[in-house]
């Protein structure tokens, strides 16, 4: 069973702090990685993807992945309350014939406070 | 900015009858997935669709489920019928050629089978 796991939270920061979301991986073949949030009620939105080891930014986004490890990480600097939200970690191997099978985890919770 | 598009948005219907979730995927995109999510729970894959045929489909997606591209705008979930446990938040999601790991999903059905 490929899974994906996160902390399911919920993680409070103060208004202006630096967040920091993990995610762990169980197969060795996946091949992208994602993160998306998902506001209470409403459907997942990609915020971040990453495909090889190493950091990338994206405004106040950094998405860090460790493959050896099977960790995956996101970090939100300068967090605001309108960044309280779940936040999923989705992997994937890439499908026979073209697209993606997204596998999630159960997501972090994030509270940002004033 | 496209969006994919659900309808309904929330579908009520009793045990044992047939519904059809809509979608109306991005225009140019060439890939084309359904994922549910039962409440506080992950989100799971259940089939993916592409050059008119099923790619791939997850153990969830039985015999009880099919999908079709009816035309060229077009794609639906059908469910045979319905059971308890199908009750869940059913999301359509397309993504373009070149960018098939990108994901755009749309806002979702609440299907409730009483």
């Known amino acids: 069973q490929k899974e994906v796991e996160q902390n399911s939270g919920p993680l409070s920061v103060p208004e202006g702090a630096i967040a920091s979301l993990n995610c762990t991986y169980s197969?060795?073949?996946?091949?992208?990685f994602f993160w998306y949030r998902q506001y209470s009620g409403k459907s997942p939105e990609l915020i971040m993807s990453?495909?090889?080891?190493g950091d990338k930014e994206d405004g106040r986004f950094t998405a860090q992945l460790n493959k050896a490890s099977q960790y995956v990480s996101l970090l939100i600097r300068d967090s605001q309350p309108s960044d309280s939200a779940t936040y999923l970690c989705?992997?994937?191997?890439?499908?026979?014939?073209?697209?993606?099978?997204?596998?999630f985890g159960t997501g972090t919770q994030l509270k940002v406070e004033l | 900015e496209p969006e994919v598009t659900q309808t309904p948005s929330h579908q009520v219907t009793q045990m044992g009858q047939e519904v059809i979730l809509r979608c109306v995927p991005i225009?140019?995109?060439?890939?084309f997935y359904w994922y549910r999510q039962i409440l506080g729970q992950k989100v799971e894959f259940l089939v993916s669709?592409?050059?008119?045929?099923?790619?791939?489909k997850s153990e969830i997606f039985d015999d009880q489920f099919s999908v079709e591209r009816p035309d060229g705008s077009n794609f639906t979930l059908k469910i045979r019928s319905t059971k308890l446990e199908d009750s869940a938040m059913y999301f359509c999601?397309?993504?373009?050629?070149?960018?098939?790991?990108?994901?755009?999903f749309g806002s979702g059905t609440q299907l409730s089978v009483l």
């Open positions: 990453i495909y090889s080891n």
């Open positions: 669709f592409y050059n008119n045929e099923i790619s791939e």
């Open positions: 197969d060795r073949g996946s091949q992208s």
């Open positions: 999601a397309s993504s373009p050629e070149g960018f098939y790991e990108k994901l755009f």
């Open positions: 225009s140019n995109h060439l890939y």
């Open positions: 989705a992997v994937t191997l890439s499908l026979t014939g073209g697209g993606n099978k997204l596998t």
